[in-house]
């Protein structure tokens, strides 16, 4: 069984860390399915929405597929179990940020999860919008910084890094902001995380 779009994702940037036969032993079932640059291997109830799930690995970032029906369009009776999806999904990936230990992950709807060498040829990365940083990689005053930059979105510490939420179906608050204000943001964080790895945490990667 494949997931209906909207497919909603759960990426993480790994770096050098990803195994895939780690994942697939763990979570995946079947024969892997080579897919131009990308590997997908079917893993139901990886996420736990959708019976269609998939894990998805691409160059240094993995994938976590998922159904995101309930967070698109007008279609209320849709939309009414947008949040309770929402606080399972967020469950989810922050479950998965721990177990996995990424540089970086977002939960993403219409927007691919950009890796370092590819935000550093611009474009317009709009994918960090609910999102973790690790500790190891983002701390002291680069920290700073990104807390001040989101004072007004949900901001939490986990176990290993820092969550920012602007979309109020994935943080209890329900924190919301506007559609021009995540994108900036977005950019913005774009930038930092470009300066923060370049040349000093990935020296590989440039």
């Not at 494949?2 to 697939?24: E, K, Q």
């Not at 970032?61 to 029906?69: H, R, V």
């Not at 060498?117 to 002291?140: I, K, N, Y």
Request: proline content about 5%; aromatic content about 12%; hydrophobic content about 35%.
């Amino acid at each position: 069984m494949f997931i209906d779009p909207p497919i909603l994702s759960l990426s993480f940037f790994m770096g050098d860390s990803l195994v895939l036969d780690g994942l697939r032993a763990a979570h995946g079932s079947g024969e892997a399915v080579q897919h131009d640059q990308s590997i997908h291997f079917n893993a139901p109830g990886c996420v736990g929405v959708s019976n269609g799930e998939r894990i998805v690995y691409r160059g240094q970032t993995l994938t976590y597929w998922t159904s995101g029906q309930h967070f698109t369009g007008p279609n209320e009776a849709a939309m009414k179990y947008a949040f309770s999806t929402g606080r399972k999904l967020t469950k989810a990936f922050l479950r998965l940020c721990e177990h996995h230990a990424p540089v970086y992950g977002a939960i993403t709807l219409l927007d691919d999860l950009q890796e370092p060498v590819e935000l550093v040829r611009g474009g317009e990365p709009c994918a960090f919008q609910d999102f973790f940083l690790s500790d190891t990689w983002f701390h002291g005053e680069v920290r700073t910084r990104i807390q001040a930059m989101y004072a007004d979105a949900f901001v939490d510490e986990t176990a290993g890094g820092l969550y920012v939420s602007t979309n109020p179906w994935f943080n209890r608050p329900g924190k919301r902001l506007t559609r021009e204000q995540t994108f900036d943001r977005s950019k913005r964080l774009s930038r930092l995380i470009v300066r923060t790895l370049k040349g000093t945490h990935l020296p590989q990667m440039w």
